[in-house]
């Protein structure tokens, strides 16, 4: 930027400054660097001058899967990016379990962003700072450091945005039971796993303790999880591990005493896994000796026992030395309230459609486990189609056209692709695949309202996506291409037609793509899931699971402080301090 650039934004500030009551001119702090010039009053305005180049400022909240993915690849000479979390790194969580029992240290699944700003010419600022308000109607979020940096010692900010990218993650869901959130673990970030990793060397030193009943050291060396999902599962795995592969030999007077307990309400446990892996789980739980109870409804818990209701059994209460309670995912409350503003109050999680645009207002979206796609009824728009593809009103088209009808529909809703390939639409799906190229084929008429007929049952079909890392980086990745070729997609939309508009919209739509599932169980064990019904179960599942977690890494730097720390505890097994 030239000296008469700088003295002109200089001149521009001093008379915004000016502008300013005296009251409001207690701090004032002006920043001139990069081509921009900040300056931020002690009432939390702020004013950003830029030098004319035009960039949109993208504003991130959130450095979970969603926001690092997103921030990993967005073009940086494209936007203004900033980046708000209060945490200053990114968690590799699917090996959060691992962290619990010493198997792989904490720092070494977390990649600072402070490394990402430094490793990217410094193209994006990041400010350590919770945001609690959104205001989509001004174009603000309203953030709150711990540092307090401001007069008044809140560390109270606003920082403004052209686009804003909701990353904020999610909650444990306690339904509400009582007692959870005063005397349970929850196994969401880093913290949560080191103060696990704590309470279960606790657990073992009281119980190891003098003067102490077989009762008082039974109940210290009860360990219960709440939850037999994926999380829950793989904790009580590794903690099985831990205790029978290093603890006993630490603790031989009190191993006896050590109980796993696994809580379900359903029926079974991994209910989202392939039931030929669910029965393997749970067949091997029962051969290490861990307590599963399926059918248990937990209704309470205290700071000595947890009370659970069966149907057979009635309400029981369990004496317990430490509990996980890893049953899902709740709402934070800045989504809550800001769910309230755009006319979604009733529902759990923000809806997006499927280019993940936030309903109800302009230039917001939201990623990851915050939000949900909802995709809009097929069947509303396949009339309107076949109306504006049979012209003569004859009620028949040939196959050849209703393949490129189905070309737009497909484009539109994914889930059409996919419900064609299902049982009930079998035949139809072989017609189409014998007609390619068939001239005489192609130019058969079919019956528009026996087709519509077929796809009726299509928006049953549709799915709710997980809430998983595999999603939320795949939406990062899609939505950060999305704005890195907005430009010439405004001008060569590659979207499928607008249904209610002209034209056609300038992305394609976000797709899944399932890559599989792994369920660590223990023992050098692992149930794996791939695409196309691959099913295995076994030490050499074991090995591919090793090869795809060291591959994800964030970095070079976390995938070499994992794969030592698995080596690590091969040779030297876990290491059992309480740090």
Request: include cysteine; charge should be positive.
């Amino acid at each position: 930027m030239s000296s008469s650039g700088g003295l002109s934004l200089v001149r521009r500030a001093v008379e915004a400054v000016r502008r300013t009551p005296r009251w409001r001119k207690r701090l004032v702090v002006v920043t001139v660097g990069g081509g921009t010039l900040t300056y931020a009053c002690q009432d939390n305005q702020v004013l950003q001058i830029n030098d004319g180049t035009g960039k949109k400022k993208v504003v991130i909240i959130g450095t979970g899967w969603a926001g690092a993915s997103f921030l990993r690849n967005i073009d940086t000479s494209l936007y203004d990016v900033h980046v708000v979390s209060p945490r200053n790194y990114f968690t590799f969580t699917p090996l959060l379990p691992s962290v619990t029992c010493g198997t792989v240290e904490a720092r070494s699944i977390v990649e600072p962003i402070r490394n990402m700003v430094r490793k990217r010419g410094g193209a994006f600022r990041f400010w350590e700072a919770e945001c609690y308000n959104i205001d989509p109607n001004n174009k603000k979020i309203h953030c709150r450091s711990d540092h307090g940096t401001n007069i008044d010692g809140n560390g109270e900010f606003v920082v403004d945005y052209d686009y804003l990218i909701v990353a904020v993650g999610a909650r444990p869901n306690t339904f509400n039971t009582p007692g959870v959130v005063e005397n349970c673990h929850f196994l969401k970030e880093v913290e949560d796993a080191q103060k696990i990793r704590k309470s279960v060397m606790k657990c073992f030193e009281k119980a190891s303790l003098p003067n102490l009943t077989e009762e008082e050291k039974k109940k210290n060396l009860h360990f219960v999880i709440i939850g037999g999902g994926p999380t829950g599962v793989e904790f009580a795995a590794e903690l099985h591990d831990f205790v029978n592969e290093d603890l006993a030999k630490l603790y031989p007077d009190v191993k006896k005493y050590v109980n796993i307990s696994v809580i379900e309400a359903g029926d079974h446990i991994l209910t989202m896994f392939d039931k030929r892996i669910t029965q393997f789980a749970e067949d091997k739980f029962k051969r290490d000796g861990i307590d599963l109870k399926t059918n248990f409804k937990v209704v309470k818990v205290s700071d000595k026992a947890i009370t659970m209701t069966n149907v057979a059994t009635g309400e029981i209460a369990v004496p317990y030395g430490m509990a996980v309670w890893s049953t899902g995912i709740g709402t934070r409350p800045i989504i809550m309230d800001f769910m309230k503003q755009v006319g979604q109050a009733n529902r759990r999680v923000l809806a997006t459609d499927e280019w993940l645009r936030v309903h109800g207002c302009d230039d917001v979206y939201a990623l990851g486990d915050c939000a949900t796609i909802t995709q809009r009824k097929v069947m509303e728009d396949v009339a309107a189609i076949f109306r504006v593809a049979d012209k003569d009103n004859s009620g028949t088209l040939t196959l050849k056209k209703i393949k490129n009808v189905l070309g737009d529909i497909c484009g539109r809703y994914p889930q059409v692709e996919l419900y064609l390939k299902t049982n009930q639409m079998k035949d139809f799906h072989d017609l189409l695949k014998e007609s390619d190229g068939n001239i005489i084929k192609e130019s058969k008429e079919l019956d528009i309202e026996e087709f519509k007929k077929a796809l009726a049952r299509v928006d049953s079909q549709v799915k709710i996506l997980p809430a998983t890392a595999q999603v939320a980086s795949q939406q990062g990745a899609y939505l950060a291409n999305c704005f890195n070729r907005m430009k010439y997609c405004e001008e060569n939309p590659e979207g499928p037609l607008r249904i209610r508009g002209t034209g056609h919209h300038r992305f394609k739509p976000f797709r899944y793509r399932h890559f599989g599932q792994f369920a660590p169980l223990g023992g050098e064990q692992t149930a794996a899931q791939l695409p196309g019904d691959w099913i295995h179960v076994g030490h050499s599942t074991q090995w591919l699971w090793y090869s795809v977690y060291a591959s994800k890494q964030f970095s070079w730097r976390t995938r070499m402080l994992v794969v030592s720390d698995w080596a690590r505890r091969f040779i030297f097994g876990r290491d059992s301090s309480s740090l």
